[in-house]
């Protein structure tokens, strides 16, 4: 066998299209251009982007800044004020602030900030603490546990 005796077995080439060569060829005349218009003419079209002299999108964009990071991380923020409801030395979790009626649903990480003040010492269990908030609830006589 030779190279040039290899075939593939489907035919999976393509003719190109020859344009411009009689009327039985089925582009023939207009050469499937259509009639009259820019895009017909030799060399006519319109820039990619060009939206027939209306103000492109392009230039539009720059007064609608930024983007959406799809990637970014929600969380379920509470403030160190809103532990207060809690009894001296309890386990403060996720499911335990549910259950107080605190938090709607643990279905994002929780992060604690640091505005208001706790004044009973709690074990408290969150995804991320401001340093604030550290602070405020170690200064009570509290721990603090890092969930992963």
Known sequence: MQQ???KSENNNRKNRRRVGRGDGSGFGSYSGKGMKGQKSRSGGGVRPGFEGG???LSKKLPMI???TNVFKTKYAVLN???LSGFEANSDVTPETLQEKGVLRNVKYPIKILGDG???VPLNVSAHKFTTSARAK???AGGNIREIL
Do not use: K, N, T, Y
């Open 117 to 119: 003040d706790v004044s």
């Open 137 to 139: 609830i170690e200064a």
């Open 80 to 82: 160190v004020s809103s």
């Open 54 to 56: 209306q103000l492109p």
């Open 4 to 6: 040039h005796e290899v």
């Open 65 to 67: 800044r930024g983007f």
